[in-house]
């Protein structure tokens, strides 16, 4: 069964600060995706990695994969108050089209 | 339109009462996916539909759950004799589907069904 973990759960950061998310996944799988949603809203596609080593940016936030590791991260640079949002990754089980979501991490940017 | 869209908004029912979510998914999508979201939760998969066949249920959390979507278009999840553990944000999305080519997989998701049972 696939399990995606996220962490941090939550996160609090300055704004112009740097940070980190982290996804892992337990199972083979060649596609990962990220997602923000805002309180009361639905989910926002941010970025779709299909492949090993796939690296993806828009403005301040960068993600990348790594299918050996099982790993993906989404990097915040400079963090503006306008990110802060809740992030999630979903991973595709088994070619299915199924997509299994983590836990979310909630990211507040104080000025 | 042009995104998926859901009705009702918001929905509350009394324990036991039947209700029905509604879902429109985005025209020419073969996939269309139900989820349940919890607060403070991610996204929890329920159900999974190509074109009107339901290929995948195995999320659905117990048989007061049904959906359907007759003409492989309007889908429409029912939860019969509601209970208060039933409140949760139920999340509609629609793809491509997998013989689209290219196909990233990626999800469009609707606004979501808030259903509060008291």
């Known amino acids: 069964e696939l399990k995606v973990e996220q962490n941090p759960l939550f996160l609090s950061m300055q704004e112009g600060k740097n940070y980190t998310i982290y996804c892992n996944y337990s199972t083979t799988s060649d596609r990962l995706y990220w997602y923000r949603q805002d309180p009361g809203k639905s989910l926002e596609s941010l970025f779709v990695?299909?492949?090993?080593?796939a690296v993806k940016q828009e403005g301040r936030l960068m993600a990348s994969l790594d299918t050996k590791a099982r790993l993906s991260t989404l990097h915040i640079t400079a963090a503006v108050h306008d990110l802060s949002a809740t992030y999630f990754c979903a991973v595709e089980q088994g070619g299915s089209e199924k997509l299994v979501f983590g836990k979310g991490t909630k990211l507040t940017v104080n000025p | 339109g042009a995104g998926v869209s859901q009705s009702p908004r918001y929905k509350v029912a009394k324990r036991g009462q039947d209700v029905a979510l509604r879902c429109d998914p985005i025209s020419g999508h073969v996939s269309l996916f139900w989820y349940q979201q919890a607060l403070g939760q991610g996204p929890e998969f329920l159900t999974y539909f190509q074109n009107e066949a339901q290929l995948d249920k195995s999320g659905l959390p117990s048989d007061r759950f049904f959906a359907e979507r007759p003409e492989g278009s309007v889908s429409t999840l029912k939860i019969q004799r509601t209970q208060q553990e039933d409140s949760a944000v139920y999340l509609c999305?629609?793809?491509?589907?997998?013989?689209?080519?290219?196909?990233?997989?990626?999800?469009?998701f609707g606004e979501g069904s808030r259903l509060t049972v008291l």
């Open positions: 999305a629609s793809s491509l589907g997998l013989h689209f080519s290219p196909n990233t997989g990626e999800l469009f």
């Open positions: 990695l299909l492949s090993n080593g």
